[in-house]
Each structure stands twice: as structure tokens, then as C-alpha cells.
């Protein structure tokens, strides 16, 4: 079920096929739908085999980056000689993107089995579950969920009989989207700023608490049990476009379509199709002009990129943006590209952590520059100092949360400058600036 | 270290060889090339926020930065290539738009890496001009610490300074983004007995010192490398000087010994050296009275009181006196059955900066008690002064002679007072000899872990005062045992001959950071 | 509305046998530190300086410390705020959706007038936050704890009554 709507015919509804269906949600519920199976069946084999499996079903990471699991998996040390961690990135902060928290809201279990066998294949004792603070249902949700995997033996000393011990416990946010850059949220589990860490060393060497570490997000851990169910080829076998991108995908649609929510689609479905077949087009009225496809650091593409452009990894790059995490953001006709350029520069920088000079400073002042714009103020040198800014702001930094402001200033420009010039010339009234940060 | 793996790489045309993890920051040192940096500091551990060190590497598309980024055989690093220039020239557009134009008022003027690197790399206009800089007022962080956030760029070189090498976090980086600030918590002050080090190890004028507030401009200051004498741990410093006043101590940095620090209590241990209420003439007793005379009469008064031989003489030091000293004025009661003692002000604990193994504020609160002892001086000063009854002489070197009554220096045949100020008890001497303090000569200290270190003279003595190693080479000469010493070289270099301790040292291989009497024997 | 009354400890009795659970999660105390602050929010309604001083204490860090990670963390109060604190999602996707409007509604039956102050009554104070993770729902708005999907100007009358 594509919720909150019933699914789409034209979705594949693997992750999402019991949400709305609270009964899944319990223990039983869940073992009643086939829970449980995959990690059994993974406690039986050696962890690397799981490795392996993973590994071969082709599975991408869901929370940006699309790095492969099963070789992010293989980083971790095989021989063992201190604690290894898993942390699972449940901060789901990226403008756009709400697929996470509808995986834990629907199908806790579902997490925690994804969990549990991961952790099992990279040897870790303890799985940390970061959730953001704010929310706070699926937090609820996500606890009870794990009272109960540990009243039923899942988890705890001798996991599923196993004889293994295995430990999954929840870190609670408290309002900071950086927290998501996964060495960021390390420091955060830690107890500090979220502030992220320069690399080398990197997590699986270096991680948690100074130990080897994976990171993985909702949604990639959450396909896991399917690919122990149902093997790696059959994942490998479901791709529309390119093969290196393969298996489902959920897609939050937020914005201009008449029915917004989250879809599961195979991966190289048409953005197109996602918009108007699934989610029933526009509004009432209204002409598609932009969309961001893949969570709001991602470039935005416009109505005729938007329409042929496919969604996976390649399909997406091909037309000068990303797949990101997924969340598709659609804009009609009524949409301020200007105002939503700063609105979105806003977010990048209160978000911000402090510590690079480009990303701190630079972010702030693309917000007054736009601010200026906005006010008609703005001369037409703005737009070569935007970009200048944005060109000085990319891939110079510890993470890419600058490099993140910067692709919307620049592909926002690149595909809307007539917008920005409007305002220059006079011909768009001034916009009322509402709050600024802070 | 001579068996570690070493890396050869070029840096801006020139060839070096560095060990295995090392930086390209430090490597490109060595090349004598300074990439710009400012969170990076070599006492601190890395954080690699500030950008401002990004570099080329060949065949690596992004820059990278310098400081966090280790060497690898055959790399190619380029600094000053135009996309690293345009990069850091970027980032310094980015700290300045927030930053007063202040300079003019600013403490850290002429020392400032912002300053020089705006200066160097910087770009001649601005394109912030349209918008208002962030204001915030002036915040005491409490002890002799100033902060000003308008000039701050969030190096965090401080906050790591306490939270990892002090270990006490007393301040934070507060708030995120733009907003951000260095923050305390109302109840908390930097009065950490190291804490001072954050002035120095702020870049800019951020952090700024109250005891210095707009006493002088960097320009006009003399810098002169001495030792500290505020206790036995032997800190290497600089004496600030501002026409012939000390006006700041900051650390020198010694690996062996204090690494990039110093302790309050040796960072505001200076203001006795500018005392102006000084013995400034030669004193001699005609009838009960000291009367002023000059040199010619007061060496060969000293001769003539010293010449004798046979009794006993008594020397009382003070244990932050050099080694010239201590030697010179032993080598001059040579003849006599001599008691050798000095004292020293013991409290209780030491104060470690807990980063830095090996360094703390010692509980021995003076800076020659090894050189004292190597010499063969006695921590043992009451009896000695029950020993100057009876004695034919004795000989004061800068105790300051508390405790201790004008008779009871008159029991002895002859006394003979050197030193700085005039107490009450040395109008019981004889003869008065003015001599300069640690900052007015040269000379030599040995620290608690047999380390001798050389202090230069950063002011000129007042009046007629004379270093001692001088004052006493005079005497020895005018006795017809020496001759004139012309330099505290050259008093060490006697030493170096006659004192085992000190075998094989000389000031040339001293050098600024000093070599242990150990390494001295080893190598001899 | 700032504290006249003395600190009451928050790490006493049960919240201490709490707070030790969580610690035994974690192979370094410090790791604690976010959940004590949680604690302290639940019991005092925000996080004051003494709050942090006896945080500090419990957990062996320094006040300052926890005030850098306070002030990092948006979700901590550094002041005391209206019964039910409502906080707005106005990011981009909400924003198109009219995200702005709800804000407008809230400041004005609230009574709160400004973002960021408290009513005279001291039932409300409203902010406007950043993606609240829930943008297919927009507008989503935070009560206290609870997450209210697809907030328009028109349903915001009922909520303040609601919550009043
Ligand atoms: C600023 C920033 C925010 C991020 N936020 C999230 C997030 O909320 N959730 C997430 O899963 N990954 C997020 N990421 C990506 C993570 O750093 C990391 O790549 C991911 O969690 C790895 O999991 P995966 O391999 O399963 O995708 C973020 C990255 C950056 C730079
Ligand atoms: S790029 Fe921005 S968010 Fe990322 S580490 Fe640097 S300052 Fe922090
Ligand atoms: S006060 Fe100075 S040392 Fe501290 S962060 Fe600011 S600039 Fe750096
Ligand atoms: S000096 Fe290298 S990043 Fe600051
Ligand atoms: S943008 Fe409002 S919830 Fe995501």
C-alpha cells in the first residue's frame, strides 16, 4: 500500500506492502506476514555468506549516497578484535523525504529484522537506532516494537536461540538535521555537537565510540530481510533502467500533486509517470515548472527534464541531478523559484554545524543576497557573486551540506534565471522576506 | 625515529623526505613553504575546520587540506596554484565579512594571521559591503581573559586547548551556523591555571589578554628568549620588552620541556623584573653606614674582604641565580672551608596541564635547585646561617634574606651583599654589589630533569648593576686568580671544565632549547 | 517566566534508575548525555543553566560542555516556553503548500503575535521549524509531542481551542 493512498498499480509494494495495516506493527502481526524468517535463516549461515548475498542482490544505500551495502559491509574487520557497531540512520531530516518514517511507523519489525541481520554480518553487538527527535510516533512505535523483539527472544542474549547475543537500542535526536551525515550522527550518539568528522579514518575503522562501525539507512536495512527471503536475483532481476540500480525504491512525493505520499516503485520508473499517473498530476488547474527528485540537495530540474527523466542512480545524473534519498519535491506554476531558492538557502543555513568557514559563512550570506533579491534590491552582479559563492562552497568543505546549498543556488539559477532577473528588473513585485534565521 | 620508513614527495618544486604520517602542512615546513592555516596549531590536535589550508595534490581532483592530510611517496602537492590561491582568498572573503575593520585598536595587530593572510592572499575589495556586520559585545571569560566574537573565526583552537590538552572544557562552541560563537556557561571562568595559553593560541584578537589590554602594538615590542623562574620545571619563554620594560611573557615553544605552553602563575611572573626601587651603585660601610662608591673601590674592597684563607665562609644563594653564578661565587671562597646553601619556597601539589606529559606548574617554585645541587649548594639554609658565626666570611647572591637579622649576618668577620634590592638585613654587609636579574643578563638554568637552558638578557641592568658572572670574574681577577670574563659564554665555558655536571656543554651546543647534563656525559 | 523558585533536582529516585538504564546502553557515559537532557526538558519544560550544572555533575562532563551541545540541539529550550509549544514546518515543501498561512493562523489565536513569544496567557508559544520529516502532509505541525498532519489556516482555530 503506497500510503496513505492504496497502491498504484503501477507500483512494486515490497517495503510498503503493510502500511496502513497496523496490525503488522506487533510481534505476531509480524511473524503472521513473515517475519522473522530472514533472520533465522541468516543466524544460520556464517556472516560473511550474508555479506556475500547482500553484496550480490546489487542493494544501494537508500540514504543519499547509493553506496553499495554489501561492500560497505565487507569494510568492517573480519577478524574481530574490539566491539563493532551498527548504526542505523533514522534522522530522516532532508527536506522532501518522509519514507523512513512511515517504514517505522508501519513496519517496526521490519527495521529491526534488517537490523538484526546486519548486525549479525558485520559482527556487531549493538545496534544504535538514531530517530530524530521529532518523531515522536515513530519513536513510540519503534520501542514498543523492540520491547517486544526482546520479550519474544529476537533480541537479547541468545537472539532467535541462536546463542548469540545481540543488542538494538534507540538514540533519541533533538532537532538537527546535520545529525543525518552519518559521522555526524556518530559524534551525536557520542553525546557532542553533531558535528561531522574529517576522513580518513573512516567508520569502519573508526566510528562509534573510536570503534569499526557501519551506517546504514531505514530503508536500505529494511530491504534486507526481502533479499535473504527472496535471494539476490530476484533483487538484482528488478531494475527498469540501468542494472546497476536495481530492487524498489519508495518515493515521497511532497508538493504540488493532488495526492502526495510515499510510492514504491522498481528503480528506473518514470519521474513522469510517478507524477502524474501515481500521484494523479497537478493540482486542479495548475502546470507542472520544476521538481527536485531527490531530496532537497539534489539539483532541481525543469518541466521538461522533470518528465524524462528516470528514476535510479544513472537516470537521474543523467539529467544533471540525483536520486538522493528519494523525496520528490514538485512545484506548479504558482511557485516563487526565487523565494523558494532562499527559503531552501534558510534551511542549509540553520542547519549549518559551524565548523567550516565556507559552509557557515557562505550559507548566511546567500541568504541576504537572495533576501536583497527578494526585496528588489538586488543588481544584476548578484547572480555572478551567487554563483561565485556557490562554485567557492563546493567540495571544499568536511561534508556536502555546503556543497548541498550550493546545487540549489546554482541549478535554480541555471534553470530559472529569468525569475531572479524579474526581480532585478522591477517587473516582480517585491516579495515580503518573512523571519530570517534563527 | 631513525629507523621510521620516510616519504619523499615535492612540494611547490622542492624535493623532501619525511617520515610515514606525517602532514603535508608539516612536510611543506620542511620544503620552506608555509601553507596558511588557522585551526591547525602543532600543541593541538587536528581539526581541520578552517579550510584556509587547502592545497593541490596531483591526481586528486578536490583540494585537500594541508593539515589533516598525510604525505604519500611520489605525490606532487602544489600550494600556490591558482585553485588553491582562489580557494583560501575565498575563504578569507568568508571570515572577513563578519570581521571589524579594527585593526588600528586591536591588540593583535602585527601579529595576527588574519591580518597577514588577508594581506598575502587576500582580496583587495569587498563584495559585502551592502549588509550590516554582526555586532556582539565584549564578554569577560574571566582571569586575565577577554573575549571579543566580532573578531572571532571559530578556529576552535580554544576550545581544544582546554578540552584536550587542559582537560577541563570550560568553554564551548555555541549555537550552529552563522549564529555560532565561543560560549561558557555563566557559572564557569578560565581560570585554569594554564588557561592563559588561549590568548596566544587565538589567531586573531579574539581572545586577548587584560593584563596586556593596549599596553603596546606588537611592532614596538623586542622579543628576547629566556627561561622562566617561576619553578623547576623550566619553561622556555619570550620576554616582550617595550623601551626597556618587560611588558609580556609568552611561551617559546621546546618539545622536550613545555611543548607550545606556560602556566599563569610564570606567565604573570614578570613585573619584578621592572622593579624600579633597585640597588643601582656599589655600597660600602664606612662607620656603620653604606655609602654609594664606584666599581674601581668596591672590586678591590671585595678582594681585599675575600683574600683571606683557611676559616670558614658561608654562601647563601638564591637558587633561581644562574650556573655562572653559583659556580664563580663557589670558585671564590675556594679557599675556605666553604658551606654552600641555598633555600626554596616548596607549596603543596603540583598544577599539571594534563595533555602534556611531563609538564606542570612545579611545586618547586624556583628555577636552578638542580643547577644549585649539581653545583654542590645545599637545600639546607637555617644551619648555614647558624654557621655564619664564627665564619671569616660570607657571601649573599640574591637571597632576599627574609628571616635572617642584620647581626646575624655581622657574625661573621666580613660580609659581602650581591644582589638586586636592598634588604634591611644586608646594611649589615660590608660591601653591597649591584648585580642585574635574569632579564638583564645571560646565563644558564637547569631545570628539575637535568635539562641546562640558556636565558638571554632582554633589558639593560639600572644604574651601575652588572651581571654576577661579571661582578664575581672581577673579583677573582683582582685577586689574581682569573681573568676578565667578557661574556657569560665565557663563565660557562670555566664551568663546563671544572664541574663534571657540566662536562662537554658550551653555549654553542646548548643552543636555544637546551641539552640535558645526561645526553651531555653520553656524548662527551 | 523565568525560574524564581529553587532548582529542583531532576536525577533523583526513578529518573536516576532511568537515566541508569540508558547509561548501561553506552561504553562511555557521555553517550548519556542527550537522553539526560530529554529528562531534564520532561521535568522542568526546558533546559536552564542550573539544569545543566547538575547534568554536568551526574554525568562527570562540565556545564560549559553541555551548554555547547544545548545550544547545537534545537529542540532543547534554553527558555521557558508556553504550555504547548507549536512548531511549524515551513521548509520549501511546506512552504508551497502554504506552510506560511498556518504560521499567520497560529500567531494570531494564539495571541502569541511574534514567532519565538509566548502568549500573555502563557498557553502558546509558536515557532517555525525546518522540515519536520512528514512534507507529503503538509502542513505537519508539532503540538508538545504530538505531530498533527495536514494543518490548513482554516483547522488551527480548533487546535488552539484543543490544546488550550
Ligand atoms: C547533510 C547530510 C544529511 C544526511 N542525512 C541523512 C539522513 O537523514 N538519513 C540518512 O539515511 N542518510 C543521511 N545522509 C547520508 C549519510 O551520511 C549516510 O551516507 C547514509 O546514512 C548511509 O546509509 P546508506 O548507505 O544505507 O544510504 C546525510 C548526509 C549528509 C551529508
Ligand atoms: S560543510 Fe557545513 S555542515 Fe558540513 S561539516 Fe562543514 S560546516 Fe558542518
Ligand atoms: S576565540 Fe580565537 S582561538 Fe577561539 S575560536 Fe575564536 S578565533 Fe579561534
Ligand atoms: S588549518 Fe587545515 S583546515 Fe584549518
Ligand atoms: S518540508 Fe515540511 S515536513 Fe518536510
Given at each position: 500500500m503506497g500510503y496513505p493512498h492504496k497502491p498504484h498499480e503501477k507500483e512494486t509494494v515490497?517495503?510498503?506492502?503493510?502500511?496502513?495495516?497496523?496490525?503488522?506493527?506487533s510481534y505476531d502481526g509480524w511473524v503472521k506476514r513473515g517475519g522473522y524468517k530472514a533472520l533465522k535463516a541468516s543466524l544460520e549461515m556464517q556472516p560473511a555468506e550474508v555479506v556475500e548475498i547482500v553484496k550480490s542482490s546489487g542493494l544501494r544505500g537508500?540514504?543519499?549516497?547509493?553506496?553499495?551495502t554489501g561492500v560497505k559491509w565487507s569494510f568492517?574487520?573480519?577478524?574481530?578484535s574490539k566491539p563493532h557497531y551498527l548504526c542505523c540512520n533514522a534522522?530522516?531530516?532532508?527536506?522532501?523525504?518522509?519514507k523512513d518514517r512511515e517504514i517505522m511507523r508501519w513496519t517496526p519489525h521490519a527495521l529491526i529484522e534488517g537490523c538484526a541481520i546486519a548486525q549479525y554480518a558485520i559482527q556487531a553487538e549493538i545496534t544504535y537506532i538514531y530517530i530524530r527527535g521529532e518523531f515522536t510516533e515513530p519513536l513510540r512505535i519503534m520501542q514498543a516494537a523492540l520491547d517486544d523483539a526482546y520479550g519474544n527472544g529476537v533480541?537479547?542474549?541468545n537472539a532467535m536461540g541462536s546463542g548469540r547475543r545481540l543488542d538494538m537500542y534507540i538514540h533519541r535526536g533533538a532537532g538537527?538535521?546535520?545529525?543525518?551525515e552519518e559521522t555526524a550522527l556518530m559524534n551525536s550518539i557520542e553525546g557532542q555537537r553533531g558535528n561531522p568528522r574529517i576522513r580518513p579514518p573512516f567508520p569502519a575503522a573508526?566510528?562509534?565510540?573510536?570503534m569499526p562501525t557501519t551506517i546504514n539507512n531505514v530503508e536500505t536495512l529494511a530491504a534486507v530481510p526481502h533479499i535473504i527471503n527472496r535471494g539476490p536475483e530476484w533483487y538484482k532481476s528488478l531494475?527498469?533502467?540501468?542494472?546497476k540500480s536495481c530492487g524498489t525504491k519508495l518515493f515521497s512525493v511532497s508538493g504540488h500533486v493532488q495526492r502526495p505520499g510515499n510510492y514504491e516503485v522498481t528503480m528506473g520508473f518514470p519521474l513522469g509517470e510517478l507524477i502524474n499517473d501515481l500521484c494523479g498530476?497537478?493540482?486542479?488547474g495548475r502546470t507542472l515548472k520544476?521538481?527536485?527528485?531527490?531530496?532537497?540537495s539534489v539539483p532541481i530540474l525543469n518541466r521538461e527534464e522533470t518528465e524524462s527523466c528516470l528514476l535510479d542512480y544513472e537516470g537521474c545524473v543523467e539529467m544533471g541531478t540525483m536520486l538522493g534519498s528519494g523525496g520528490v519535491i514538485v512545484f506548479d506554476d504558482s511557485a516563487d523559484m526565487v523565494y523558494q531558492t532562499m527559503r531552501l538557502a534558510r534551511f542549509y543555513a540553520h542547519e549549518?554545524?559551524?565548523?567550516c568557514t565556507q559552509c557557515r559563512e557562505g550559507t548566511g550570506w546567500t541568504v541576504r543576497i537572495l533576501e536583497r533579491i527578494l526585496a528588489g534590491?538586488?543588481?544584476?552582479?548578484d547572480l555572478d557573486l551567487l554563483l561565485d559563492l556557490a562554485d567557492q562552497m563546493?567540495?571544499?568543505?568536511?561534508?556536502?551540506l555546503s556543497d548541498s546549498c550550493a546545487a540549489v543556488v546554482i541549478s535554480t539559477i541555471k534553470r530559472f534565471r529569468n525569475e531572479f532577473e524579474a526581480y532585478m528588473a522591477g517587473t516582480r513585485e517585491p516579495g515580503v522576506v518573512a523571519a530570517g534565521v534563527g | 625515529m631513525a629507523d621510521q620508513a620516510l616519504v619523499t614527495l615535492t612540494i611547490e618544486g622542492v624535493e623532501v623526505s619525511v617520515p610515514k604520517g606525517t602532514t603535508i602542512l608539516e612536510a611543506a615546513k620542511q620544503a620552506g613553504v608555509l601553507i596558511p592555516h588557522y585551526?591547525?596549531?602543532?600543541g593541538l590536535p587536528i581539526?581541520?575546520?578552517?579550510?584556509?589550508?587547502l592545497i593541490e595534490v596531483e591526481g586528486t581532483p578536490k583540494l585537500q587540506i594541508g593539515c589533516a592530510t598525510e604525505v604519500a611517496q611520489g605525490q606532487v602537492v602544489k600550494v600556490f596554484g591558482d585553485e588553491a590561491l582562489k580557494a583560501r582568498e575565498s575563504v578569507l572573503e568568508f571570515l572577513l565579512i563578519?570581521?571589524?575593520?579594527d585593526c588600528p585598536i586591536?591588540?593583535?595587530?602585527?601579529?595576527c594571521e588574519l591580518q597577514n593572510y588577508v594581506f598575502q592572499?587576500?582580496?583587495?575589495?569587498?563584495?559585502?559591503?551592502e549588509y550590516a556586520k554582526r555586532f556582539s559585545p565584549v564578554e569577560d571569560f574571566g582571569a586575565d581573559v577577554l573575549y571579543v566574537p566580532n573578531r572571532c573565526?571559530?578556529?576552535?583552537r580554544c576550545v581544544r586547548f582546554m578540552e584536550?590538552?587542559?582537560?577541563?572544557?570550560?568553554l564551548n562552541v555555541s549555537?550552529?551556523?552563522?549564529?555560532?560563537f565561543i560560549g561558557i556557561h555563566p557559572?564557569?571562568?578560565?581560570?585554569?591555571?594554564?588557561?592563559?595559553?588561549v590568548v596566544d593560541l587565538c589567531?586573531?584578537?579574539s581572545l586577548i589578554s587584560k593584563d596586556f589590554l593596549?599596553?603596546?602594538?606588537?611592532?614596538?615590542l623586542d622579543r628576547t628568549p629566556s627561561v622562566c623562574t617561576?619553578?623547576?620545571?623550566?619553561c622556555n619563554i619570550n620576554l616582550d620588552t617595550r623601551s626597556d620594560v618587560v611588558v609580556r611573557i609568552r611561551p617559546r615553544p621546546n618539545p622536550e620541556v613545555n611543548r607550545h605552553f606556560i602556566c599563569d602563575t610564570g606567565r604573570m611572573h614578570y613585573r619584578w623584573m621592572n622593579?624600579?626601587?633597585?640597588?643601582?651603585a656599589p655600597l660600602i660601610s664606612r662607620g656603620g653606614e653604606l655609602q654609594a662608591t664606584d666599581w674601581d673601590h668596591a672590586l678591590s674592597e671585595a678582594a681585599r674582604l675575600v683574600s683571606g684563607s683557611g676559616g670558614r665562609a658561608v654562601v647563601l644563594i638564591s637558587p633561581n641565580a644562574s650556573n655562572e653564578a653559583m659556580f664563580l661565587a663557589k670558585r671564590l671562597v675556594a679557599q675556605f672551608t666553604a658551606t654552600l646553601a641555598f633555600r626554596v619556597e616548596r607549596v603543596d601539589g603540583e598544577i599539571p596541564l594534563?595533555?602534556?606529559?611531563?609538564l606542570a606548574l612545579r611545586a618547586?617554585?624556583?628555577?636552578?635547585v638542580a643547577g644549585a645541587t649539581a653545583l654542590g649548594?645545599?637545600?639546607?639554609f637555617d644551619a648555614a646561617v647558624q654557621a655564619?658565626?664564627?665564619?671569616?666570611l660570607v657571601i649573599v647572591v640574591?637571597?632576599?634574606?627574609?628571616?635572617?637579622s642584620r647581626e646575624a649576618l655581622q657574625k661573621a668577620v666580613n660580609a659581602v651583599y650581591i644582589g638586586t634590592i636592598l634588604p634591611d638585613?644586608?646594611?649589615?654587609?660590608?660591601l653591597v654589589l649591584p648585580v642585574a636579574n635574569t632579564a638583564e643578563e645571560d646565563g644558564t638554568l637547569v631545570n628539575r630533569d637535568g635539562r641546562v637552558q640558556r636565558y638571554l638578557q632582554a633589558k639593560s641592568a639600572p644604574g651601575m648593576a652588572r651581571p654576577v658572572w661579571w661582578v664575581l670574574g672581577e673579583v677573582l681577577k683582582e685577586l689574581g686568580r682569573g681573568e676578565s670574563l667578557f661574556s657569560a659564554d665565557e663563565a660557562f665555558a670555566l664551568m663546563a671544565e671544572a664541574e663534571g655536571s657540566f662536562r662537554g656543554l658550551s653555549y654553542a651546543n646548548l643552543g636555544m632549547h637546551g641539552r640535558t647534563m645526561s645526553e651531555a656525559r653520553v656524548s662527551v | 517566566m523565568e525560574q524564581t523558585t529553587e532548582y529542583a533536582p531532576v536525577f533523583t529516585g526513578d529518573n536516576r534508575k532511568r537515566l541508569d538504564e540508558v547509561l548501561a546502553?553506552?561504553?562511555?557515559?557521555?553517550?548519556g548525555l542527550l537522553a539526560a537532557l530529554w529528562m531534564v526538558q520532561e521535568q522542568h519544560g526546558w533546559v536552564s543553566d542550573e539544569a545543566m550544572a547538575e547534568t554536568a555533575d551526574v554525568l562527570g562532563l562540565t556545564p560549559s560542555y553541555i551548554k555547547g551541545v544545548v545550544t547545537f540541539?534545537?529542540?532543547?529550550?534554553q527558555h521557558p516556553v508556553g504550555k504547548t509549544f507549536v512548531q511549524v514546518c515551513t521548509t520549501t515543501p511546506c512552504n508551497i503548500c502554504g506552510a506560511e498561512e498556518v504560521v499567520e493562523a497560529f500567531l494570531e489565536h494564539t495571541g502569541?503575535?511574534?514567532?519565538g513569544a509566548t502568549s500573555p496567557d502563557g498557553k502558546f508559544t509558536v515557532i517555525e521549524v525546518e522540515?519536520?520529516?512528514?512534507?507529503?502532509?503538509?502542513?505537519p505541525v508539532m503540538m508538545n509531542e504530538d505531530v498533527i498532519e495536514n494543518v490548513t489556516p482554516e483547522k488551527v482555530p480548533d487546535l488552539v481551542k484543543q490544546y488550550s
Open positions: 515490497i517495503l510498503s506492502e503493510y502500511f496502513g495495516d497496523a496490525e503488522a506493527r537508500r540514504g543519499g549516497a547509493g553506496f553499495p568492517m574487520p573480519k577478524e574481530k534522522d530522516e531530516a532532508e527536506p522532501g523525504t518522509f533480541l537479547g542474549d538537527a538535521y546535520i545529525c543525518g573508526s566510528g562509534v565510540f573510536g531494475s527498469l533502467n540501468n542494472e498530476g497537478m493540482r486542479q520544476a521538481c527536485i527528485p531527490g531530496g532537497s549549518s554545524c559551524a565548523q534590491q538586488g543588481e544584476p552582479k563546493t567540495g571544499k568543505t568536511i561534508c556536502v | 585551526c591547525y596549531h602543532p581539526a581541520g575546520v578552517c579550510r584556509m589550508c563578519n570581521h571589524p575593520l586591536c591588540d593583535q595587530a602585527g601579529e592572499e587576500g582580496r583587495s575589495n569587498t563584495r559585502y559591503a573565526i571559530l578556529c576552535t584536550h590538552v587542559a582537560e577541563e572544557p570550560v549555537e550552529r551556523g552563522d549564529r555560532a557559572d564557569a571562568t578560565l581560570d585554569h591555571e594554564w588557561a592563559g595559553n589567531p586573531v584578537g593596549h599596553k603596546a602594538r606588537a611592532w614596538e617561576g619553578c623547576s620545571q623550566g622593579r624600579g626601587d633597585r640597588i643601582e594534563s595533555g602534556v606529559p611531563g618547586e617554585r624556583a628555577a636552578n649548594y645545599r637545600d639546607d655564619i658565626e664564627g665564619a671569616s640574591a637571597d632576599d634574606l627574609e628571616g635572617v638585613a644586608a646594611r649589615g654587609a660590608a | 546502553r553506552y561504553p562511555a557515559k557521555r553517550a540541539y534545537t529542540m532543547y529550550h502569541c503575535g511574534d514567532l522540515c519536520l520529516g512528514a512534507c507529503g502532509f503538509a502542513t
